[in-house]
């Protein structure tokens, strides 16, 4: 209602006492804090505006009937929704939003591809019903749902023109489009919707940004819908726009650390295609050097020579000095505590040191590893030693180990060759003339190499990894033997069936390969250090036994390294479909094998089989497997977080 404030005209004078009250009343108000509070008062007051807001009446109740296809879509999103709970809805205004509500419904289901839909509308008046005075019933009898009859995708007719620089061009981009049309995910026959619609256009855009055209777009799309022949002609033209190569790696944010060190941890392939997973490697292996906290590239294309489009790091740039402390869990090591310092910038050589203290139920470790930045060719020095106390098999070992040498790591291959000293004192757990204290060293030159070209490397599902190892060396004490050290790893997934749930979401099946081979080739009296020599079982290895539990024998009985090893396993991973829907959920039946003895005729498999489940987890998968170890008779849980080879 309108209102008005009264205030003294200027002729008519304020009279005196009216001043004096108000300041008392000023200088009274501040007592008023110490009076005792109205809490329970309070407390009734909120109670009460809180039965009044949910005992509050809607406006109508809303009832759709529909099939369940898309009866929920309705439930959701029709407008009507938005005013069932206005208390002063006024009918006429009811009636406003009735007359709208056929358009709404028509086009909600047209995102669905129901182009045809006999739709009702009915307003009854409920007055003795408890919910609401009023109900509105929608029917919806959705039809026909329309289905793509042709989907034309096409590319502006420039797009495959030469460059100056690179006359191969219009031919490899000529068959990214064409692989552009092979991959169209809106086939036809398929039911058209609104979303599926749009996940193709975009699909298609995305295949031409991720490698040489980061400009691509969509020049023109178009659906054209027969409402009567209940059919879809789509049709979508790109412009791809020009081929991109990498120009120069430039570093901003950089203040501690040397931009030139950036470009070389990077690897940027400088004058190669524009690729965004390259872009993506190259943003990770900065993220993974520990000198940046946070890492972001980007493409410039914004009046740049498409040829040399430079390449913006964004860096914040890591603390020279940090300590890390970190407790975790293993199965097969139980509670571990790990004490980590890290300094980027060691003084006098600048490389970067990582020292650390680690124990658990098994091992008690102390490390350091020293690493220069890679040269432009991409090799890099680095320089090592620990000390570590560790139970192998029925002996503790007070090993050391000092090495130093060069690495160099590519996108698929990594490599290193280095120098390596052993030292390694074998006590028995029970001491005996059998069994004596045991002391040997090693110097030996060994050379790596390994291979992974997987589709992820953190969660594979498809691909295979290879690594060897070799090393040649004589022992130094208690006399100079030589011997030659060979090892072999193998993994791989072979695609083994697709599982999809209701809607047509699908991901493969797939059968995980896993084989390992090892040998040690020396005099039967060289005392080869037991850091040298393998023993395997536990979570990685051969699950239904505990870690490291599998090895030669010596003569008295007792659990030791063997000088040959041979290792496999088969897995079968298979997607869970819960309630219809695809989960991030994964069941694994499998059988592990493994062997160590000091000779080849003296392997015996110890047998491991079980079943376990996998979760897609942000980092990787995150596996729990249970395993009965035939040898043993006995059931072991096996946990294990992300995937490494």
């Not at 009274?28 to 809180?50: F, H, I, V, Y």
């Not at 320089?383 to 000092?402: F, K, M």
Request: proline share 7%; charged share 20%.
């Amino acid at each position: 209602m309108p209102f008005r404030v009264l205030r003294p005209s200027a002729n008519s004078p304020t009279p005196a006492p009216w001043p004096a009250l108000l300041l008392i009343g000023a200088l009274c108000l501040p007592g008023c804090s110490l009076l005792p509070r109205a809490e329970k008062g309070d407390d009734n007051q909120e109670a009460s505006t809180a039965a009044i807001a949910k005992s509050a009446t809607p406006a109508f109740d809303l009832r759709v009937r529909a099939p369940a296809t898309v009866q929920d879509t309705l439930e959701r999103h029709l407008e009507l929704q938005r005013f069932r709970h206005l208390p002063d809805l006024h009918a006429n205004e009811l009636q406003r939003l009735l007359g709208a509500t056929d358009a709404n419904a028509r086009e909600l289901l047209g995102t669905m591809g129901y182009f045809a839909p006999t739709i009702t509308v009915e307003l009854t008046e409920t007055p003795d019903s408890p919910t609401a005075p009023r109900a509105v019933v929608v029917t919806v009898k959705p039809g026909p749902q329309t289905h793509v009859a042709s989907a034309d995708i096409v590319f502006s007719p420039d797009s495959t023109a030469a460059t100056e620089t690179d006359n191969r061009a219009p031919d490899a981009s000529a068959r990214q489009q064409q692989r552009v049309q092979r991959n169209w995910s809106l086939t036809p026959g398929q039911p058209f919707t609104q979303s599926a619609w749009d996940t193709a256009k975009n699909d298609g855009l995305r295949q031409l940004q991720a490698r040489r055209h980061p400009t691509a777009r969509i020049a023109n799309s178009r659906a054209e819908i027969d409402a009567d022949k209940h059919e879809a002609k789509l049709s979508v033209s790109y412009d791809p726009g020009p081929a991109y190569r990498f120009g120069p790696l430039r570093v901003e944010g950089s203040q501690r650390y040397d931009p030139d060190g950036a470009r070389r941890l990077a690897r940027l392939p400088t004058g190669a295609v524009y690729d965004e997973a390259e872009m993506l490697d190259a943003q990770l292996r900065l993220a993974n050097s520990g000198y940046y906290d946070a890492v972001f590239l980007t493409l410039d294309t914004e009046g740049t020579d498409p040829q040399a489009a430079p390449v913006v790091a964004q860096v914040r740039e890591a603390k020279v000095q940090k300590l890390v402390f970190g407790p975790g869990f293993s199965t097969d090591s139980g509670a571990r505590l790990s004490l980590e310092h890290i300094h980027n910038q060691m003084p006098g050589l600048g490389w970067r040191a990582v020292s650390k203290l680690a124990l658990d139920r098994e091992t008690q470790q102390a490390s350091s590893e020293w690493t220069d930045l890679p040269d432009n060719n991409g090799w890099r020095w680095f320089a090592g030693g620990e000390l570590q106390r560790e139970a192998t098999g029925d002996y503790d070992v007070n090993s050391s180990r000092l090495r130093t040498g060069r690495s160099k790591s590519t996108r698929n291959i990594d490599r290193n060759y280095f120098l390596q000293y052993d030292y390694a004192n074998s006590q028995g757990l029970a001491a005996n003339a059998q069994s004596p204290s045991d002391t040997s060293t090693a110097l030996s030159l060994n050379y790596g190499w390994t291979g992974r070209y997987f589709n992820s490397l953190t969660a594979p599902t498809r691909g295979h990894g290879v690594a060897v190892e070799l090393g040649l060396g004589t022992t130094l004490r208690p006399e100079r033997d030589p011997f030659v050290r060979s090892r072999v790893r193998w993994q791989s997934f072979v695609p083994a069936g697709r599982v999809t749930d209701a809607s047509g979401t699908g991901r493969n099946a797939r059968i995980a390969l896993r084989a390992e081979a090892g040998a040690v080739l020396a005099r039967e009296s060289a005392q080869i250090p037991v850091t040298q020599l393998f023993i395997t079982g536990g979570d990685t290895t051969v699950r239904g036994y505990g870690y490291r539990s599998i090895g030669a024998r010596t003569d008295n009985g007792q659990l030791y390294g063997g000088r040959y090893l041979a290792v496999g396993s088969v897995e079968w991973q298979r997607p869970i479909v819960y309630n219809g829907a695809m989960t991030d959920w994964e069941s694994t039946l499998f059988v592990d094998a493994g062997a160590v003895a000091d000779k080849v005729g003296d392997l015996s498999p110890r047998v491991g089989v079980g079943a376990g489940v996998r979760w897609r987890s942000p980092v990787g998968p995150l596996q729990a497997d249970l395993a009965y170890g035939i040898k043993t008779q006995e059931l072991r849980l096996h946990l294990r977080l992300g995937f490494s080879f």
